[in-house]
C-alpha cells in the first residue's frame, strides 16, 4: 500500500517547495511588520493590525479571490507585475506560494510581535550606551532575544501553508505538477473513484510533516530558551 | 568637564538641575525619588530634556535653543546601571567586547586583560550571565562599559542591588577604577558610600540641585 507513485511525489515536493518559499519570504515581512506593531505608534496601527489578520477571519476563498482580482493577469497589481517585471503569479507555484504567504502571515506575525514585546528594553538602551547605533540594537540585541518567537512564527507559518487549501485553489486552481499541493490532491482523489488508497498516503504524509514541524518547533523554542536564560 | 543645566517634566515630578563638575568623581547624592537616574539618563541621552544644555569638555550633547541632542551610540559615555543589564544571550567575554564591536575598535588585548585582572573577572568569561553572582555580574558591568572606551563613565547606585556583604567585595574595585582616571558620575543615596569615592558632590532634593561642593556637603544634610 505504501508506494508513493511520481505523481503524489510531485505533489509532496510542491507542497514542501510552496511552503517553505511562503515561509522564508514572508518572515522578514513578518519582523518588521512585528516590529512596527510592538514598538511604533503611529496613526492608523488598529487598522493595519487588523488588516494583519484578516485572513485569519476571512474566508479562505474570499482571500483567494481577492488574490485572483489583485495578482491575477488582469489585476492591478498582476498585469505590471507581469508586463514589467515578467513576474506571474497566476496559475502558477509562485501564486500558490503568495496566497499560502498571505494565509498564513498573521499566524507568523503575532508570536514574533509577542516575543518582541517581552524583550526587556532596558539591555536595548545598554546596548545604545556602549556605542551601538539603532540599527546595530535592533540586530545584536532585539533579534536574537526575539529568536524564539521567530522561530516558532515560522514553524506556525509552515504548517498552515503546507495545509493551505481554499485560497489556493481559488487562486491558481489545481493543476497536477504546477499548482496542486498535497491538499488539493487528496482533495481530487476522494473525488474520484479509487482514489481512496492514493488519498490516505497523503493523508499519512500530511501527519509526518505535520508532526515533524511540531517537534522541530518544540526543539528549537527548547534550545533558543536556554541560550537566553543564560546556564 | 562636565556642564549640565536642564529642566524636565516627568508627569507631577519636575527637575530643574543645574550644576558643572571638573571632579574626577562627582557624586550625585539625593533620597530615591530626588531625580538621580532621570538626570544621569539625561546625561547619556537615553532621556531628552524638555530645555537646557548639557555639554562634556568642548563638546555640545544637548542645547535644546537649537535643537541639538546626541544620539547616546555617539555620545561615548559609558553607563553603568544598578541592575547591570548584562546580555543574557552572550556570555561574558562578549558581553566584555560588545563595546568595542559596536565602536569598531581595534581589538586591545592588552587592555582587556588589564580589565579583566583589575575586576577579577578572568575566571568568568566563558560563563551566562545567568551563572553569575550579583556582585560578579556588576563587576561585569563595569568591565564592559570601561572597555568600550567611554570619555565618562556614569554609574547608577552600581552597589545599589548588592548587600552588605557584596557592597565590600565591589567597593575596592571602584576605588581602583576611581584611580584609572576616567571622569566618573557616581550616583547614590548612601553618603558612606560617596565618602569614601566621590571627589565633589551634587546634592538633588525633589529635582533640585540643593548643595554643591567637595565631601564636607554630605555632613550638612541627609536625604530624608
Known amino acids: 500500500m505504501f508506494e508513493i507513485t511520481p505523481a503524489e511525489w510531485t505533489a509532496i515536493l510542491l507542497s514542501l517547495r510552496v511552503a517553505i518559499i511562503a515561509t522564508l519570504v514572508a518572515t522578514p515581512f513578518g519582523i518588521a511588520l512585528a516590529w512596527l506593531l510592538a514598538r511604533r505608534n503611529f496613526w492608523g496601527k488598529s487598522i493595519l493590525d487588523a488588516a494583519v489578520h484578516l485572513p485569519l477571519v476571512l474566508p479562505p476563498v474570499v482571500t483567494g479571490y481577492l488574490l485572483l482580482l489583485t495578482f491575477g493577469r488582469r489585476g492591478m497589481v498582476g498585469a505590471w507585475l507581469a508586463d514589467h517585471l515578467g513576474i506571474v503569479f497566476a496559475f502558477r507555484w509562485t501564486g500558490a506560494a503568495l496566497a499560502c504567504g498571505v494565509m498564513s502571515f498573521p499566524l507568523l506575525v503575532r508570536p514574533i510581535r509577542l516575543s518582541i514585546e517581552a524583550i526587556d528594553r532596558r539591555l536595548e538602551q545598554a546596548s545604545s550606551t556602549l556605542g551601538a547605533a539603532p540599527w546595530q540594537v535592533f540586530a545584536t540585541v532585539t533579534l536574537p532575544l526575539a529568536l524564539p518567537g521567530i522561530l516558532a512564527g515560522m514553524v506556525l507559518g509552515f504548517a498552515k501553508a503546507i495545509g493551505e487549501f481554499g485560497a489556493t485553489i481559488t487562486f491558481v486552481s489545481n493543476i497536477p505538477g504546477e499548482t496542486q499541493t498535497i491538499s488539493s490532491a487528496i482533495y481530487s482523489l476522494i473525488q474520484t473513484p479509487d482514489g481512496d488508497s492514493a488519498a490516505m498516503r497523503l493523508v499519512v504524509i500530511s501527519i509526518v510533516i505535520a508532526m515533524g514541524a511540531l517537534i522541530a518547533s518544540e526543539w528549537f523554542a527548547r534550545r533558543a530558551t536556554q541560550r537566553l536564560h543564560g546556564n | ?224
Not at chain 2, 560588545?98 to 583589575?118: E, F, K, V
Not at chain 2, 547606585?157 to 567585595?169: A, I, M, Q
Open chain 2, 1 to 224: 568637564m562636565l556642564r549640565v543645566d536642564v529642566t524636565k517634566q516627568l508627569g507631577e515630578f519636575s527637575l530643574e538641575a543645574s550644576f558643572s563638575s571638573e571632579g574626577r568623581v562627582t557624586g550625585l547624592f539625593g533620597a530615591s525619588g530626588a531625580g538621580k537616574t532621570s538626570l544621569i539618563n539625561m546625561i547619556a541621552g537615553l532621556l531628552r530634556p524638555d530645555r537646557g544644555v548639557i555639554t562634556l569638555d568642548d563638546e555640545t550633547l544637548d542645547d535644546t535653543s537649537k535643537g541639538i541632542h546626541v544620539l547616546p551610540h555617539r555620545r561615548r559615555i559609558g553607563y553603568v546601571f544598578q541592575d547591570a543589564r548584562l546580555f543574557p544571550h552572550l556570555n561574558v567575554a562578549q558581553n566584555l567586547d560588545y563595546g568595542r564591536r559596536m565602536n569598531r575598535l581595534a581589538d586591545d588585548p592588552a587592555q582587556r586583560s588589564r580589565i579583566t585582572d583589575l575586576l577579577d573577572i578572568g575566571s568568568l568569561l566563558d560563563r551566562r550571565p545567568g551563572r553569575l553572582s550579583g556582585g560578579e555580574r556588576q563587576r561585569v558591568a563595569l568591565g564592559r562599559a570601561l572597555l568600550s572606551k567611554p570619555r565618562l563613565l556614569l554609574m547608577d547606585e552600581p552597589l545599589g542591588s548588592l548587600d552588605e556583604g557584596r557592597k565590600v567585595e565591589i567597593l575596592p574595585y571602584l576605588m581602583r577604577l576611581r584611580d584609572e582616571g576616567i571622569p566618573m558620575v557616581y550616583v547614590s543615596h548612601d553618603a558612606a558610600e560617596l565618602r569614601q569615592l566621590a571627589t565633589q558632590i551634587v546634592m538633588l532634593r525633589n529635582g533640585r540641585v540643593t548643595a554643591l561642593g567637595g565631601v564636607k556637603v554630605l555632613a550638612v544634610g541627609t536625604p530624608v
